[in-house]
Structure formats: C-alpha cells, structure tokens
C-alpha cells in the first residue's frame, strides 16, 4: 500500500484531494489487481506496474469528483431533446447567467426607487410585448405554471376538458393528475376523437370554473376527429363567462414560416383570439430556460401572483437571468440568430450534408466505416410529433456492431448520444453544434482503441488520452 500512497506521482493529487480519499480509491485500485489475479487475468508487471497505479488511482479520482450533470454532444436529431436538458441556452445568455450568478443583483430591488422590488416585473413588460398580453408572470415550469393556475380560479369547481386532450408527457407530466392536486375537479367532455361546442355547452352548469383547453404536444389523433376552433371556444367563454385558459405547452411566440412548426400555435395568436389566459414552457420552442410562462388578463394574473402557491412555484435569479435575455433576444429579433434552437431548427439540410462528408473524409480509413446517409430531425419537446425535418447524418458501421459503438460513444470523454438504425450508429448533425464536429472526428478516430470492457468502464472515461 505505501508503495502506491507514497508514489511520487501521487504526490500533486495531496494537493486537491483529502489523503483520506486517495488512499481509498488506491485500496480500490488493488483490490482490483488482486481480483484480476485471482481470475487469473493478466496484470501489468514491474516498471510497468509502478506506472499502471498512480495512474488508475488518479482516474478513478478524476472519474469521481467530476461533475455529475455534464454537457453532452446530442446527435440524435431530436432538438427539444427533454432527456438531454431540451434548449441548449444562448451563449450570450449563458453568460449573463454566470455573470449574475456569481454576484449580487437586483432580483427584488427597484434600483430606481432604491427600495423592495418584485423578480416579477424583470420580465413582465417583455412578455407584454412580445405577446401582446395584458400581463404576464412567471414560474417553476409549464406544469407549475397550470397547477397555479387551476388552485386558483378553479379549487373545488369543474374544468371542462376534451377527452382527446387529456395528456401524458414524457417526465410524468399527467394533466388529471395535475388537475387532482390543484384541488380542481375535472369535468371530461366530447370523447376521444370527436369532441364538439355543444359538448361543452351542455357540461357548463353552476360549478364550472373555467374551460381548459390543452395541445395535444407528443400525439396527433387522426382519421375521424373533430374539436371546436379556438374561436368558437373563446365565443363560448364569453358567452358563458368563464375564462378559457389554454395551454399551448412548447412557447411558440410567433408563427413560424418553418414547414415542421405551421401546424404550432403560437402565444400571439392564441391571446389575439381573445384566450383569457396562455400557459408555456421557457425550455421548449422559446429557447430558453425551464421555466412556466403565464401571460393574459391583467386580473387574472393578478390573482395567480396574491396566491400563496406562487412562493412555492417561484423562479429563481438564474432563470430569471436566463429568461429574461432570451426573451430580450427575441424583442431585438435576434432569436434566429443567437438561440441554438432557432438555428438547429432552421439550419439548411445542405448545410448539414458538407459537413456530413467532412467528418467522413477525416475518419474514413480508420477502425470505422462511415458514409453519408439522408436522416430526419424531430422538434422534440412535444411541438410537431410527426413533422420529419430533412437532415443529414453519418452512419457508422464496425464490426464488433453498432450498440457496441453506441455505448462507447456514451462514455466517450465528452458523452455523445446518437440513435441506432439499421445496425448503422446515426450522428445526425442537426443537433450537432458546428463547433462540436471534432469531437465525433475525434471519438471516431479513436474507436475502439480503448474498447468497453465488460461494463466496468464508468461513463466518460473514454477517450484518446
Ligand atoms: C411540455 C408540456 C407541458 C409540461 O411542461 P413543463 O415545462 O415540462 O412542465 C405541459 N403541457 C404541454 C401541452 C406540454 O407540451
């Protein structure tokens, strides 16, 4: 033991790590070895052995004390992607983030006026402008944004909701149960299918609180389906005097000219229509942090704000940082330009394809066999299921066969998640940021000198190196 925990080599990580923990990961380490000899697997011997410790010992501390939530390279073609965080932030919004992170700032000073401050009012006459709302706010996410919503205006009365809308997203966002624990009561109307105006009418009666109407984000029902327009739902309200409150789920502000968004609606329209209140996410579409935006009548935003729920469900000064610059970006119509999403989404699938035989040309010839192959993007994050978006991919074909590279490639140094297709791994570059090309050129170039070796490798340990 003191042979490893004296090592010279050992010596500069006393400086970063408790003695403690570097002993430990070099028991580990030998413990390893003994296992190794007792299976009666070959072990680096001599000179080669006084290298092979220190060194095991300082990954296995690298591995350790590495963040846990790290970036990865997304080359799946799925945009909104909500298993890998969904919208990668602006870098000039990242970077007002780390700025206000690090610092005191003005999250609930009027530096005006030089006394208390609502975090509210950072974003609210954005929100204003860029919607055309009366008022806005803003909280935790799109399903805190609607919990609020109904404890609101609607605990221990009905919301009329369509059966066909009654929706499970990904993550166990269920809207019944949601509706449960806001304390409202769910009144379903219409069927699955087939929902009409009337059904609503003959459900409204004295308990009914408010009409609920919600984007159907990760399905389509086809074939044999009706539901009312917007506009004979917002007649209806009015008629009825209930407020329709509408949850449009991925934050489309405008309508988009982008063939895979012309089915979206966008917050714009749906409050120009004459919606009582609009509810969406911050991370989806809009391109910005988690977060659940709220924006319609001045009195009944009013009302979210004064519920106590609101302190719960609150944001905190790094959305807010994040929230507001990107929202700052589109009122300066630079969303195109500086969020990542916006320019995934529309970068030009001829774009896509030089860059497809670049990273070809480069890693052709290595221990991989690659070729440019047609793929389609998805918008992910419950906007446009079934719009396929033209792109490009390279398809990586090696003989140990594609999972095998497909795990190698999640515990590559930086991690990269891309899908399987025909025992092809697919690097579709659409999701790929420019700049994160050499790190594929890299990974590919590198296959499989450092093969997995019967799941004992921790994730992102792969590498070159
Ligand atoms: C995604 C989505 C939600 C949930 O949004 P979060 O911000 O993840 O809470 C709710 N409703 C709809 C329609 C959605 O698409």
Redesign the pocket.
Known sequence: MSLVLDHPALQELYAVYPRAVVRAQAAAVLDELRGRIAAGRPVPEGEELFEFLPAQVRVRLEQRFRPTLRRVVNATGVIVFTNAGRAPLGAAVAAHVAETAAAYSNLEYDLERGERGKRDQLVESRLRALTGAEAGTVCN????A?LLILNTLAVGRKVLVSRGEL?E?G?S?RLPAVMEKSGAILREVGTTNKTRLSDYEEALDEETALILK??P?NYRIVGFTHAPSLEEMVGLARRCGRPLVY????GLLERSDLPALRAEPAVGDVIHAGTDLVCF?G??LLGGP?A?LVVGRAELVDRLRRNPLMRALRVDKLGYAALERTLALYEQGRQQVELPVWRMLAAPAEELRVRAERLCERVGGGGVQVRVKQSWSLTG??AAPEERIPSWAVAVRVPEGAERLEVWLRSFRIPILARIEDDEVCLDLRTVFPEQDEVLEEALLCWPREPVQGGGRAPGTAGCG
């Not at 996410?141 to 805190?144: E, F, G, K, Q």
């Not at 949850?247 to 991925?250: R, W």
């Open positions: 996410n799109a399903a805190a609607l929706i997203i993550g966002f919600v984007h984000s949850d449009v789920g991925s996410s991370d989806k988690q659940g994050g419950g």
